[in-house]
């Protein structure tokens, strides 16, 4: 028998929930749904000082708003509740210390100076492809620097290439040494890094199918490396366009403007905003009012545009927005 599907939510509470952010949400939803799955909700606090307080129960309150309901997770187990990744370092250690036991990872003590040397090859999406300075350090240089400073730890790449089938991209293939370059695990604050603790809770928390957004796509062979090397399984990976503004900058939580705090104000009830999310997203012929269970029969991936989807002025006009 084939396994029941569960998507996820995994947003970043650093602040109110922005349109781009409810179009990934809308659609993983709509996957998971569709097949008769389930959706957890994971709070990805994990960089504490960028998470301000209250903005996980805004962001709950944004999704029932919405109408996209989720089956577990979120605050429902109280101040204990294990879906907040800030609440699960422990699990992160134990998963870290294994690669340690396996001698794949290496203290780094570059700064950010060090990093962002001009001779720093960058790679197409903006990252810099660590040089793997600290890779080969000796033991008494490793001692030596520590005296003066905490290291953050890398996981050594190997020079081998992953592919997967992404679920709406097709195919897709990145060389690790070349391409991403040896990976943070734990930042020198002790925090460890996403890379590590969404591969991890995706796995612990059974997660079948994950939607989200493209600027993942190029972080997804090293996740797959991580499953293979923690001996998980991993789930199908689809990812969706992005939202772009009219001046060709990606939306963000940046343009204020266009968060759930703003289009609550303007919007009584969710139907007029699902239904542009719905038209952008291919499944509507013309923005009009709808829920998110009414675009159940309509959904279907084949319609999802592949391009980044600009939301221009004109559209935002119809809206008043
Ligand atoms: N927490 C990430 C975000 O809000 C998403 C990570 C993921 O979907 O893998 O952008």
């Not at 000796?138 to 003066?148: D, G, L, M, V």
Request: hydrophobic residues 40%.
């Amino acid at each position: 028998m084939a396994k029941a599907v569960c998507g996820r939510f995994a947003p970043t509470p650093s602040g109110r929930m922005h349109l781009g952010n409810v179009f990934c949400a809308l659609l993983a939803w709509l996957s998971a749904k569709k097949q008769g799955g389930t959706i957890t909700l994971r709070i990805e606090d994990l960089d504490k000082p960028r998470c301000p307080a209250g903005s996980d129960m805004l962001l709950e309150d944004d999704l029932h708003w919405l109408g996209l309901e989720w089956d577990t997770g979120g605050s429902a187990g109280g101040k204990d509740a294990p879906y907040y990744q800030s609440r699960r370092f422990d699990i992160y250690a134990a998963y870290f210390a294994q690669l340690q036991k396996l001698g794949l990872t290496y203290p780094c003590f570059c700064n950010r100076a060090e990093l962002h040397a001009a001779q720093a090859p960058h790679l197409s999406d903006g990252r810099i492809l660590y040089a793997g300075t600290c890779r080969h350090l000796t033991a008494e240089q490793t001692a030596a620097k520590a005296r003066t400073k905490d290291p953050a730890q890398r996981l050594r790449l190997p020079d081998t290439a992953v592919s997967f089938i992404d679920g709406h991209y097709g195919p897709y293939t990145q060389n690790l040494a070349a391409e991403c370059g040896d990976i943070i695990l734990r930042r020198s604050d002790g925090v460890y890094a996403y890379q590590l603790a969404v591969v991890v809770d995706d796995a612990l928390m059974g997660i079948t199918e994950i939607v989200r957004g493209c600027d993942l796509l190029s972080s997804t062979p090293q996740q797959l490396y991580l499953y293979q090397l923690l001996g998980f399984s991993p789930p199908a990976f689809i990812h969706v366009p992005l939202l772009m503004a009219a001046d060709g900058r990606r939306l963000s939580k940046r343009n204020r403007d266009l968060d759930l705090g703003f289009l609550r104000q303007h919007f009584v009830s969710p139907q007029p905003l699902i239904g542009l999310l719905a038209f952008l997203a291919g499944l509507l012929p013309a923005p009009e009012p709808v829920s998110a269970k009414e675009l159940l029969p309509l959904f279907n991936w084949q319609k999802v545009p592949h391009n980044n989807i600009i939301v221009s002025e004109k559209l935002l006009n119809l809206f008043k927005l």
